[in-house]
């Protein structure tokens, strides 16, 4: 549970240190708004993939399984500011395989907290491995970083592209290239 009462206030501090009174109109419940705001976009912070990741089907075949163009939306914890995009998982099943949505609400579970891309990649991956029990799994994310389009080096449109390979995946590039093939289809 985030601390209400603390971002309050801190965000009530960060208004008076850009120069802003927090107590005119438009501001005013600013500070309630975004402690209210964090609760939902850092949400992820007590949760992990177990849950969706646990709740599977039995299947006889081992074909690979891509969910793509999840949409996420996540915090970098060195600006706190958003980046997002999407992310493609897929893998090959050991027997068990989940609902598609699951896969999706699991790249919630760890985009809803600060993060930074390439450990977010890997978060998913590795709880993919650990809950699934595949044979091998891979996560391809590309993000957006507002801290890189908004202020800095201002590209807008650039694109950051973090993968992770786990299992069966990790040194297969026959794998690897059928998993990209997979994502322009
Ligand atoms: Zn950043």
Not at 39 to 63: P, T, Y
Not at 89 to 105: E, N
Request: hydrophobic residues 40%; charged residues 30%.
């Amino acid at each position: 549970m985030v601390d209400q009462n603390k971002i309050r206030e801190a965000a009530r501090l960060m208004l008076e240190g850009i120069g802003e009174d927090p107590d005119r109109e438009g501001l005013r419940e600013t500070p309630e708004r975004i402690a209210r705001m964090y609760e939902e976009i850092f949400a992820g912070m007590e949760a992990d993939g177990r849950e969706e990741l646990s709740k599977v089907f039995f299947v006889e075949n081992s074909e690979m399984v891509l969910e793509k163009d999840i949409t996420f939306y996540s915090m970098c914890e060195h600006h706190m500011l958003p980046f997002y995009g999407k992310a493609h998982v897929a893998y090959i099943p050991d027997g068990r395989v989940v609902g598609l949505s699951k896969l999706a609400r699991t790249v919630e579970v760890y985009a809803r907290r600060l993060q930074i891309q390439e450990r977010m990649t890997g978060q998913i991956a590795d709880a993919v491995m650990e809950y699934l029990m595949p044979q091998g799994v891979m996560v391809v994310v590309e993000a957006e970083h507002m801290c890189m389009t908004m202020r800095g080096v201002k590209k807008p449109g650039s694109k950051t592209v973090s993968v992770a390979v786990r299992g069966v995946f990790s040194d297969n590039v026959e794998l690897q290239d059928r998993f990209f093939k997979m994502l322009q289809l």
